[in-house]
């Protein structure tokens, strides 16, 4: 019997959850607006659709066992196209019964929830962690109502190949390391902060998918123990054998300024906490339930210096 899955969204995350189904023998379609890019790969197939198109999404999720949605849109369309993807993503599972794994994130917890845990209330007051909670408890009062079976993995920053140019720790990080520039977090170098390897939190999304007793759950993708932005770019940086990393650290209130004029540090400074303050995710539970567990830091520094030295990663998929 073939076994197909249908993953929305084809950046960092979405991506990494191709690899892993089709290393564990599933066949994949994803769905974006773009459709393929790169060359094709034996058991992936590409459509173009806008997942907002409720009757094509119905029409690619047929006969699927799982839908995993990781599409995301650039911050500043958020609150326009967010909501739409939910309920695109939701009616698709309704429509063709297969369960609907959602990627989620940190920030309904809001500021001073660290360590924050799947039973950490939900108290965000900024408009990214008030649409998440909503987002959020969408999908579970569909699985509540019986109407869909569903599952939501939350995780931290992004961390690993191909963890893409918004990523903290991806070409941001990467890009002024390579070239000798000074690094520029926001909130502070300083802090601790936990950081979610992309294959780990893939890992997370199949397991949980696939896992009936984790179905109705709110999960957190394992991720290794906390480190600070310094300490993280001082590991790669090392590894590469590339300059002691210079740091020029934004805080709130230059992003303010800068955001004047940078539509991309505007929609960042409401997150700024989740760096000048610990910012620490707890997967304890997930790891005990679920038997997955976090890369360890030595692995991840060596995957990001291969592929940094590559200059590329494999094709997306």
């Not at 773009?34 to 806008?50: F, N, Y």
């Amino acid at each position: 019997m073939n076994q197909r899955d249908l993953v929305l969204g084809k950046g960092p995350l979405g991506s990494a959850i191709v690899d892993h189904l089709l290393e564990h023998g599933r066949t994949v379609t994803v769905v974006s607006r773009t459709g393929p890019s790169g060359p094709p790969r034996r058991g992936v197939e590409h459509l173009a659709i806008d997942v907002r198109d409720h009757t094509a999404l119905v029409a690619a999720a047929h006969g699927v066992d799982a839908i995993y949605h990781s599409a995301a849109p650039a911050y500043g369309r958020w609150a326009h196209e967010l909501p739409a993807l939910n309920r695109a993503a939701i009616g698709a599972a309704r429509e063709s019964g297969a369960v609907l794994c959602a990627v989620g994130n940190l920030y309904g917890y809001g500021p001073g929830s660290s360590p924050m845990r799947e039973t950490t209330p939900e108290r965000a007051t900024d408009a990214k962690g008030r649409l998440r909670i909503r987002l959020s408890r969408e999908m579970r009062a569909a699985h509540d109502r019986g109407e869909i079976r569903a599952v939501e993995v939350r995780g931290s920053d992004y961390v690993g190949p191909r963890a893409g140019h918004q990523a903290h720790a991806g070409e941001r990080m990467l890009g002024p390391l390579r070239e000798g520039r000074p690094l520029r977090p926001i909130g502070s170098a300083d802090q601790p902060h936990t950081w979610t390897y992309l294959p780990d939190f893939a890992a997370t999304l199949v397991t949980a998918a696939t896992t009936r007793s984790a179905w109705g759950k709110v999960w957190h993708a394992p991720s290794p123990d906390p480190l600070t932005f310094r300490d993280l770019a001082t590991r790669i940086a090392t590894a590469l054998g590339a300059r002691e990393p210079r740091f020029a650290v934004l805080g709130t209130r230059a992003m303010g300024l800068v955001g004047v004029f940078s539509p991309a540090v505007r929609e960042l400074r409401p997150l700024a906490y989740q760096f000048d303050a610990p910012f620490v995710m707890d997967s304890g539970s997930t790891q005990a339930a679920l038997g997955v567990t976090p890369t360890s830091w030595d692995r991840i520094v060596t995957a990001v210096v291969a592929a940094e030295r590559l200059g590329h990663e494999r094709p997306r998929p």
